[in-house]
């Protein structure tokens, strides 16, 4: 039973360790090739923005697919390819867009990880709590790290730790156990209806209140 959730916990950690390495230190980045505060303030609301679309809709491919595992690939695969282009731009209108495309395939790959660990510990009677730990233990550890490696070697060599966490949780999306999909089929209907319920209303409300 370890054995089986252990590509998932390899997976979560370097999934979150890739996202962190964008979160943290992509406005260091930005400042270092020489944007002013209001050009960075826009790339930096790039990621929200985009996971606004790409949570939702991704969460509802996986849904009609009926597989978690896919999805995980496509969005790490295309995830690192447009980060190749997205690290070499100079323009900003250009930036701007790869910067959108790069989020809207990196930003689910955290809550569909979340989403494929809360279905495997369900369905084999394990704790949430000591899988999901993972994808913390690697936010902490990279945060920690790639300071280190970025402050040595430069900021402007961002992308080498973003892709090697990007392609490191590829391989191990290769190989996790994909969930059972729920047999009850799911329709843009059904996404519509549970998207206006009052009560996620309320909690979309707050989450973008506190944020």
């Not at 960075?40 to 597989?67: C, E, H």
């Not at 809360?118 to 709590?129: E, P, R, V």
């Not at 990007?166 to 994909?178: E, F, G």
Request: glycine content about 8%; aromatic content about 18%; proline content about 4%.
């Amino acid at each position: 039973m370890r054995r089986q959730t252990l590509p998932l916990m390899g997976y979560l950690f370097f999934a979150y360790s890739a996202l962190t390495v964008l979160v943290s230190y992509l406005p260091v980045y930005f400042q270092n090739e020489g944007w002013s505060q209001s050009q960075i303030g826009w790339l930096i609301a790039i990621g929200p923005l985009a996971a606004v679309f790409a949570q939702p809709f991704w969460g509802y491919m996986s849904d009609k697919w009926k597989t978690i595992k896919k999805i995980l690939i496509i969005c790490l695969s295309s995830g690192a390819v447009v980060s190749v282009f997205f690290f070499q731009i100079t323009e900003f209108y250009a930036l701007f867009i790869f910067g959108f495309m790069l989020f809207i395939f990196v930003a689910p790959t955290t809550a569909l990880g979340d989403s494929l660990t809360q279905k495997t510990a369900m369905q084999q009677g394990l704790s949430f709590g000591r899988i999901r730990m993972w994808g913390s233990l690697g936010f902490a550890f990279t945060s920690l790290v790639s300071g280190f490696f970025l402050e040595r070697v430069g900021v402007s060599y961002l992308y080498i730790p973003f892709l090697l966490f990007t392609l490191l949780a590829l391989s191990m999306a290769w190989l996790v156990t994909d969930a059972k999909p729920a047999n009850k089929p799911v329709t843009i209907v059904h996404a519509l209806q549970f998207g206006v319920k009052p009560r996620v209303l309320f909690f979309l409300g707050m989450i973008f209140l506190f944020r």
